[in-house]
């Protein structure tokens, strides 16, 4: 098993920035791909940005491409998503999960863990 918390999510006004955070535990060795998707109000949950473990290629859904960074500590399991220049088409809930599968998808079904999630807010 693999446990994945989040944290850094907040309010801010459009323009600003925020850094979300994903502490992994657990069984993390099988992972090989972490991600980031997004769950606005009465919405579907989507792929926001990916990376293959061990800090290989990168991922971003074309509506946060120059905007959002996705990044890997290894020493510290931790993975994090930067984003700046924040719309108000940002505001979502924003889940961390890892992927066992080998072969990038930015669909849910194909991740195996998730964390609890963090809400960002972004105010015009």
């Known amino acids: 098993q693999v446990q994945l918390v989040e944290s850094g999510g907040g309010s801010v006004q459009a323009g600003g920035s925020l850094r979300l955070s994903c502490a992994a535990s657990?069984?993390?060795?099988?992972?090989?791909?972490m991600g980031w998707f997004r769950q606005p109000p009465g919405k579907e949950r989507e792929g926001v940005a990916s990376?293959?473990?061990?800090?290989?290629?990168?991922y971003y859904d074309d509506s946060v491409k120059g905007r959002f960074t996705i990044s890997q500590d290894n020493a510290k399991s931790t993975v994090y998503l930067q984003m700046n220049s924040l719309k108000p088409e940002d505001t979502a809930m924003y889940y961390c999960?890892?992927?066992?599968?080998?072969?990038?998808?930015?669909?849910?079904?194909?991740?195996?863990?998730w964390g609890q999630g963090t809400q960002v807010t972004v105010s015009s």
């Open positions: 999960a890892a992927a066992k599968r080998r072969g990038f998808s930015f669909l849910p079904t194909t991740y195996d863990y």
């Open positions: 657990g069984y993390t060795y099988n992972t090989v791909y």
């Open positions: 990376i293959l473990s061990g800090g290989g290629s990168t």
